[in-house]
């Protein structure tokens, strides 16, 4: 069945790995600075995440598609005006004034937990800041409206109304997804659409929600690599996300970070 909800003792699962991935973007913080290669921090995750959490890092060899080469990392970095699935490399050094998305995976007894957030090196520039902020209000605005009976389309709805209400424009061709022993699953999870339209959440359900929000327009581009998206413009993107649970009343987030507070 497709997003059936989930058991009692899965959700607890779910909590589970959802911690562990949030603690991964904690412990990591600390080492994002100028002059660190995204190999560095791809390294210093994959053997927190395996020996410390004694978790599978998802990304390392996945593949979506038999077109696509399997991934070749543990996590994803991506940075400026990358929106997402960046390869960490030896040749990609940070430097003063780079934005980053550090997107983690972790599977603990089957079970995923999936999360990114923004990443400033140094100083950033005034409209980074401002695009690095509204994503993740846009990532908030999307995760209020989840309850029992809303419709994916109003997650959508509110995500784009927010971007589009700052002149930041919102990628089509990644989405939020259904996840669980599945690391990609239905339902998928538009951060664009219309109030009502799409499934209807109910409660024990786990998806993600992760914005892709740009400073120019929304056109993406594939590197030959087939993994790393960037802007066609080459303009600044943005991504935050979350792995969340319908709850009866409304929603758990399950990879929050001690640092956030929500609403
Ligand atoms: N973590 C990404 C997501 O949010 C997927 C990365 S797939 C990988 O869905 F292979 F690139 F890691
Ligand atoms: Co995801
Ligand atoms: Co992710």
């Not at 190999?39 to 004694?54: M, Q």
């Not at 930041?168 to 690391?183: A, K, M, P, Q, Y």
């Amino acid at each position: 069945m497709p997003f059936a909800p989930k058991r009692p003792e899965e959700i607890d699962r779910m909590r589970v790995a959802g911690r562990l991935a949030a603690s991964v973007l904690e412990m990591i913080g600390d080492h994002v600075r100028p002059g660190v290669t995204t190999d560095e921090l791809d390294r210093i995750c994959h053997d927190y995440i395996v020996d410390d959490l004694d978790c599978v890092p998802a990304p390392l060899h996945y593949t979506n598609s038999p077109e696509q080469p399997p991934f070749p990392k543990s996590i994803c970095t991506s940075v400026n005006h990358v929106v997402c699935h960046g390869i960490p490399s030896p040749k990609k050094v940070l430097k003063r004034g780079d934005v980053l998305n550090i997107d983690v995976t972790v599977i603990k007894d089957g079970y995923h937990g999936d999360t990114s957030k923004m990443f400033f090196v140094g100083n950033a520039s005034v409209l980074a800041r401002r695009l690095v902020e509204v994503t993740q209000e846009c990532l908030y605005e999307g995760i209020r409206q989840v309850r029992p009976g809303a419709h994916v389309g109003d997650i959508g709805y509110a995500i784009s109304r927010h971007a589009r209400a700052n002149r930041f424009s919102v990628v089509r061709e990644f989405c939020g997804h259904g996840i669980g022993e599945l690391f990609h699953d239905d339902p998928q999870i538009l951060h664009y659409g219309k109030r009502g339209d799409g499934d209807v959440l109910e409660e024990g359900i786990t998806f993600t929600v992760e914005p892709m929000i740009n400073a120019g327009r929304r056109h993406v581009k594939m590197l030959p690599d087939k993994w790393t998206a960037v802007t066609k413009d080459h303009k600044l993107s943005a991504q935050w996300e979350h792995t969340v649970l319908v709850t009866a009343d409304g929603y758990e987030v399950l990879t929050l970070r001690t640092e956030e507070k929500f609403e």
